[in-house]
């Protein structure tokens, strides 16, 4: 029997018509129940078991029930389906659906692990504070960047982390330019504080003013408290020293991470976040995106569920790294990106313990973040890594011809040049992007071509670039080996990589010794004279 959408709508709301007393004001009830695209299809039959959990679950229409809710179930794609209700049972009554999310969460759960599905996690109120929409819609009325809630969040956080005392928690946050409002007891000790950014009002011009436990659960008074309850010391060290002096912590504590227990365990992981937002408000220009995003992924991981206690050996360590390098950006300014090479490997390698550490206590929501922060960190050390091999190489850089190498420096083979460093040097402002790209290895293997005819690939890397502008390009990658092929053909060098190619030193054949440097004039396209390896004069 063929129906319309409007008889199945007058079937769904009919028990609503008949309601002796007042109808609820919002009488249909909307759920959709999505797969990602990893899973496998589910059958119909499996659908509608899965609908009819649901609904049982969010006490819509209970198992055995009589008289219960009407609803209906549709499927118009293969990996998710849509449920509609009415709230109105046919008896006349309500139903009750206190804490009907929480409930249907928990029978999901269940059909992950009955139809062998990814298995994702139950809230264990560790989560961030996430922007409203009316805050998300505000900041885009007023061009900002992001909501003030996130904005207010980030500075708090990165305050609590540096600071070793209250009244340098406070000195900070009103150093970093927002409103700081406490609150006093009446017996003078200071209760809870709330903050504001300025600028920021409601509909009656007031400012708007947000605690610290609505920006995060680790944010409320109490929890900054913790964090300089027990005090650490730390040595005096040289502000050129002290990288290396907090990476020889971090290290260390990686063999004491959780080595007390749970609760110890937990308190450990949250100094590790703490240190790693101050290495991000410290971290060098190339890499401070990198540590950023990684502080950000990290902050649930520094929440681990249940007591945390902040004696351990590892917090204390973790502490003081904070303290050392926050120190350092004081005293010296912005890290060096080589002097902090050592320091975020070390970083990178107490993330993974804390990953390992979660696992084992089957924190599924903190071990994920911790996995998110770490692939962020092993990217900001490929990037440092690449910055120093860049410097070596200009160090002890193949004199041009007819000048003698500098006294005391190595020469470096070009073919032994990490092309990560070649983008740093050549491309700073798009290197993250072109690092990140699915097309940069095409574009490293056309760097190495390039560096095989003698020429200095950063060089010719910012020629090429320097032809258009690249902000258009869906790939930037894609745009600069392209361009690269073209620089090839013109200079009559060899175009593919794939057999052994000249070494930029030998004799003999059709490849004598060539010069370095900057790239000579380059034909236009289309000149197809003085075809082969270019010669040295």
């Known amino acids: 029997m063929a129906a319309a959408i409007s008889d199945l709508a007058l079937l769904l709301d009919a028990p609503v018509f008949a309601m002796t007393s007042k109808p609820p004001p919002k009488h ?31 006490g819509i229409a209970r198992h ?15 990996d998710h389906i849509h449920i509609v209700a009415t709230r109105a049972r046919e008896d006349g009554r309500q139903p009750n659906l206190r804490q009907d999310i929480v409930r249907m969460h928990a029978a999901a759960r269940n ?6 599905l990814r298995r994702l996690v139950d809230g264990d109120h560790t989560a961030r504070r996430w922007p409203k929409t009316g805050e998300t819609e505000k900041a885009v009325r007023r061009g900002l960047g992001e909501p003030v809630r996130e904005t207010l969040q980030r500075t708090v956080r990165e305050a609590a982390a540096a600071a070793a005392s209250e009244e340098e928690f406070f000195a900070r946050l009103t150093a970093a330019g927002v409103r700081v409002n406490r609150r ?14 300025p600028g920021d009002r409601d509909q009656g011009q007031q400012p708007v003013f947000f605690s610290g436990a609505r920006l995060a659960p680790d944010l409320s008074l109490p929890r900054v408290r913790e964090r300089w309850a027990i005090a650490v010391s730390v040595p005096t060290v040289a502000p050129a020293q002290m990288w290396q002096e907090a ?44 540590l950023r995003d990684a502080a950000f992924e990290y ?22 790294s904070a303290y050392l390098v926050s120190r350092s950006a004081a005293v010296a300014g912005r890290a060096d990106t080589v002097a902090a ?29 911790s996995g998110k922060a770490g692939r962020l960190l092993r990217e900001a050390v490929e990037v440092t890594a690449g ?35 070649v983008v740093q040097e050549a491309l700073p402002g798009h290197a993250r992007a072109i690092l990140a790209d699915p097309a940069w290895p095409a574009l490293r293997t056309r760097l190495v071509a390039v560096a095989e005819t003698g020429e200095d690939p950063a060089e010719v890397l910012a020629a090429v670039a320097a032809r258009r502008e690249l902000g258009s390009a869906d790939s930037v990658a894609e745009v600069l080996t392209w361009r690269l092929y073209g620089w090839s053909r013109e200079r009559g060098a060899p175009t593919s990589t794939t057999g052994k190619s000249p070494s930029p030193t030998s004799t003999g054949g059709t490849s004598g010794p060539r010069k370095t440097g900057a790239p000579g004039p380059r034909r236009p396209p289309g000149d197809e004279q003085r075809k082969g390896p270019r010669r040295a004069r």
């Open 28 to 58: 249909v009830y909307h759920v959709a129940v999505r797969n990602p695209p990893e899973d496998r299809q589910l059958t119909d039959e499996e659908w509608g078991r899965v609908a009819q959990e649901m609904m049982h679950a969010a």
């Open 64 to 78: 055995g029930q009589e008289r219960a809710c009407r609803w209906v179930a549709i499927r118009h794609a293969d």
């Open 111 to 116: 059909f992950e692990v009955e139809f062998g």
């Open 184 to 197: 006093v007891a009446p017996d003078g000790n200071v209760t809870g504080y709330s903050v504001a950014l």
């Open 247 to 290: 990476e020889r912590r971090v290290r260390a504590a990686a063999d004491h991470l959780g080595a007390g227990g749970l609760h110890e365990g937990a308190g450990d992981v949250a100094a590790l976040g703490d240190l790693i937002v101050v290495a991000a408000v410290a971290s060098p220009h190339l890499v401070r995106g990198q």
């Open 299 to 320: 902050e649930r991981a520094s929440r681990a569920p249940g007591d945390r206690r902040l004696e351990g050996q590892a917090r204390s360590l973790y502490r003081e």
């Open 341 to 369: 090479l050592g320091f975020l490997v070390a970083l990178a390698t107490a993330v993974e313990a804390a990953q390992r550490w979660h696992q084992a206590q089957q924190h599924r929501a903190q071990a994920e973040a």
């Open 387 to 421: 910055a120093r091999a860049a410097r070596e190489y200009r160090a002890g850089r193949r004199p041009a011809a007819g000048r003698p190498p500098r006294a005391g420096r190595a020469v470096a083979v070009s073919g032994e040049r990490p092309m990560a460093g």
